[in-house]
């Protein structure tokens, strides 16, 4: 996923290390409080810059600044699911769900801000943004699993997890983080292979999936 | 649920009927439209009354008749969950399950625009209204199982998988409502006893609760 643009002229990149550096001081003071509470204000005293320089970036104010946020915390998620396809896919899935709740630990209750909206008002741009995360992470699920063409009861069952994950991801900050994220990742894992064996079931494809994931677990 | 007011007045009861009858003609044209596409003048076209009547009920236009018809969704979403507390559980979860599925099958893209605030912004208030129907879902089923004191664990679970009910209901109207409403209602349930099942092997109440289930089913 690097970007393959040439290397920028000077004045470029001072331009995207300042953006850079005002969006991680707002992904901070989100990881604290709801979007609707922080300001271009907040963000520049945080980086320790003046008050019309963030303008400057984000002339949009507080809806553009959490946009930009959204979209930075939406990069970095994806890099969660960044796992060679090497052993066994069960273990994978572990070590992407770390890297997941280890990203919702340290963004705090500005992970459930940013993927509710908080009171900021959402646009259809915002939800996309979110709605691109969770296909990306259905997409790489069924990379892992070496599914090219994924039936619909498959794709439902992945996609309902995926939902299932972010929901619980949510209640364990409200629950401050218990059960442990070793545990919580341990019985999302539980609550995949659960899903998958149920449309077994019902679902040759899933049925012979099931089968290869137990063989090399 | 029936509301406890004293009869009223001939004048207001008109007030309501008449908002109801615009909530009505609203909700139908979101059944196959997204709510950005609903006009006042639409809701007035298809109520079969002028276009100022509409603003004198919904002087907010687009965004207060989508609230309005959230409102109205969300408390005929609530009545899917009235169920006698009569037989095994798992059957009256089918049910519910069901009037769930009528309602989201009724309601077609409406149910997807409604929950997801379409292109229309959301606001806190819209999320609140949606959030509410989960809570009251999550309450009703733990007053199915006649859990009084739900541990995190347990709650998790269940809240999990509501989540994921409204995923699955979102991607089936997608999927030209297929797998057919029986069969995924079945799904549904299969899912919900497999997810507590596993949280079963970690949490004692679960797997009481679970054994029960069994006998009962």
Do not use: N
Request: net charge negative; aromatic share 6%.
């Amino acid at each position: 996923m690097t970007p393959q643009a040439p290397t920028p002229a000077y004045r470029r990149l001072g331009v995207e290390e300042r953006r850079s550096q005002l969006i991680d001081a707002a992904l901070s003071l989100f990881a604290h409080r709801a979007p609707d509470e922080v300001s271009p204000e907040d963000v520049a005293e945080a980086a320790g810059v003046s008050r019309p320089l963030v303008y400057r970036y984000f002339p949009g104010g507080k809806q553009q600044l959490y946009e930009a946020a959204l979209r930075s915390a939406a990069d970095e998620l994806r890099h969660c699911f960044d796992e060679p396809r090497e052993g066994p896919p069960l273990p994978r899935l572990s070590r992407a769900l770390d890297r997941y709740l280890a990203f919702v630990d340290g963004h705090g209750p500005g992970f459930s801000a940013l993927l509710q909206g908080g009171s900021v008002v959402e646009t259809s741009r915002t939800t996309a943004v979110v709605d691109g995360v969770r296909r990306a992470a259905a997409e790489h699920i069924l990379g892992h699993l070496e599914v090219t063409e994924p039936g619909p009861r498959l794709r439902m069952t992945i996609r309902m997890w995926i939902t299932a994950v972010e929901a619980a991801s949510l209640i364990w900050l409200d629950e401050d983080r218990l059960p442990p994220a070793d545990e919580l990742r341990d019985w999302l894992v539980e609550q995949f292979l659960a899903a998958l064996e149920v449309t077994a079931r019902r679902d040759a494809q899933t049925e012979a999936l099931v089968r290869t994931l137990l063989t090399d677990a």
